[in-house]
């Protein structure tokens, strides 16, 4: 198995503008997480998906943040309209039944606002 | 609500053990973790424990769990220079769905 798949790797964009992060699963998990990682707050968890539905999403910072999960295999986290403060490394994690076994994680995006 | 502390930093010589602890302050969990992360990588997961033992051993990892104080320990036998990395902890609890809390992170620096 590849492992967690999330593109694009490094994402530099304008303020203002749209951003479109990408995350393929593992195939078979049926739990997806979208993280985000900065120095000042560490690792936070936006929002969880089962089964395509999502569960809690009560990380995300607000409304400008959207995700979507339209098939077991493929989830988008966008930011409308980006802000130089949106800059961090976003994680995609997927795992199985709710994760007891632990969490496999995507190499993550770099995400930088100017 | 949850919470779950680390260190910031250890440094350690190569063929040394290492130590990480974590502190977490939610008595109902149930699976504690550790992560390892590398430079420009995502977390990757080394081991868990379920809160019902005392100690995991794999191979150079040794894993304690005291649930009394709600401290966990990672030891790393024979650090190696390619152990260098963050080390998080987290703790998981059944609410709900298996919520994961994860610590701020230990960097483990590996002089040789």
């Known amino acids: 198995d590849a492992g967690v798949i999330q593109s694009p790797r490094h994402e530099v964009t304008e303020m203002g503008q749209e951003v479109t992060l990408r995350c393929k699963p593992i195939?078979?998990?049926?739990?997806l997480f979208w993280y985000r990682q900065t120095m000042m707050r560490g690792l936070e968890l936006l929002i969880y998906f089962n089964n395509n539905v999502p569960i809690d999403d009560s990380g995300m910072p607000e409304d400008r943040f959207s995700a979507k999960m339209p098939n077991a295999s493929f989830s988008t986290l966008k930011i409308q309209p980006s802000e130089p403060r949106d800059s961090a490394v976003y994680f995609c994690?997927?795992?199985?039944?709710?994760?007891?076994?632990?969490?496999?994680f995507g190499s993550g995006t770099r995400l930088t606002v100017v | 609500g949850e919470d779950v502390e680390q260190s910031l930093f250890l440094s350690v010589r190569e063929g040394d053990s290492s130590v990480i602890n974590c502190t977490y302050t939610d008595s109902s969990s149930t699976y504690l973790y550790w992560y390892k992360q590398e430079p420009g990588a995502g977390l990757q997961l080394l081991t868990y424990i379920f809160s019902n033992m005392d100690m995991k051993q794999d191979q150079r990892l040794t894993v304690l769990l005291n649930k009394k104080d709600k401290h966990l320990s990672l030891r790393i036998a024979d650090t190696q220079t390619g152990d260098s990395a963050i080390y998080f902890c987290a703790e998981s609890y059944s609410g709900g769905y298996q919520k994961v809390t994860f610590g701020t992170g230990t960097k483990l620096q590996v002089i040789p």
């Open positions: 994690a997927s795992t199985l039944n709710r994760g007891r076994a632990g969490y496999t």
């Open positions: 195939s078979g998990h049926n739990s």
